[in-house]
């Protein structure tokens, strides 16, 4: 179990060197110009909107456990910001990343069992339903834990919260793109990360803190969609 939760954590960080190599190199460039689009207009807007939101979140009557409170609310805002976005830009880059994953199978198999006939409209709508329908499974659990965020004293676990939930569900982003390729959609691809635990966790762990380092974000989804083949190829095709 431990085995399995560091390779996965590692892999995310082994797969960034492989960004640059040629075969992959054209598939890379539209998710990284898309993420480092998107990310940078994260930044611009989390700083204009900060003292806002602090605000509106900070309760007089708390005033004096600021010291504690502001580091935990600032820490839960930006966690649900970058997650925000980092789901939009997913779900733009979505067809690249399906191509990108599909191409790095191939190098690891020397073939890949995907739709060779499929078009680019096919894999537009097959790429963007599913992200619609991740995005209607986030959506429900994204509505309790913004009701906790919100609830004084209570908010105070909401950062571990959201640590977890952007944890799992970067992983099931990532899963997404591999098995999509073989037909396996969303509900296959949840089922598959309960099966895996140990190695869900480590890829949304690796995931998660690549997301979380300025500029180095910006290579967190083709570096996550590499690491993503790696482990399905590894551990969830031959075993299905």
Same mark, same amino acid.
Not at 209 to 213: E, F, G, N, V
């Given at each position: 179990m431990i085995n399995t939760f560091s390779n996965s954590f590692f892999s995310v960080f082994k797969s960034v060197r492989l960004l640059f190599k040629a075969e992959l190199r054209r598939y890379v460039?539209? $998710?990284l110009f898309i993420n480092i689009v998107?990310?940078?207009f994260t930044v611009y807007y989390i700083f204009s909107r900060f003292s806002s939101w602090m605000d509106s979140l900070l309760p007089s009557w708390l005033d004096w456990l600021n010291w504690i409170i502001m580091p935990l609310f600032s820490l839960t805002i930006?966690?649900?910001?970058?997650?925000?976005f980092t789901i939009v830009a997913n779900i733009i880059a979505a067809p690249f990343n399906s191509l990108l994953s599909e191409k790095y199978e191939q190098l690891l198999r020397g073939k890949v069992e995907s739709d060779e006939n499929e078009s680019v409209s096919q894999l537009l709508n097959r790429t963007l339903k599913a992200e619609f329908k991740k995005l209607a499974y986030?959506?429900?659990?994204l509505i309790p834990l913004l009701i906790i965020t919100i609830i004084p004293v209570l908010n105070l676990i909401s950062p571990l919260l959201w640590i977890v939930f952007a944890i799992w569900m970067l992983s099931l982003e990532?899963?997404?793109y591999p098995m999509g390729n073989h037909q396996?959609?969303? $509900?296959d691809v949840k089922q598959s990360a309960h099966q895996h635990k140990s190695m869900t966790l480590g890829l949304g762990s690796g995931l998660f803190?690549?997301?979380?380092?300025p500029f180095?974000?910006?290579i967190a989804i083709p570096a996550g969609v590499i690491a993503a083949t790696k482990a399905y190829v590894d551990n969830i095709s031959e075993k299905s």
């Open positions: 460039m539209i $998710p998107l990310f940078s930006m966690i649900s910001v970058f997650y925000t986030i959506i429900l659990w990532y899963f997404d396996r959609y969303f $509900p803190i690549l997301t979380s380092i180095i974000n910006f």
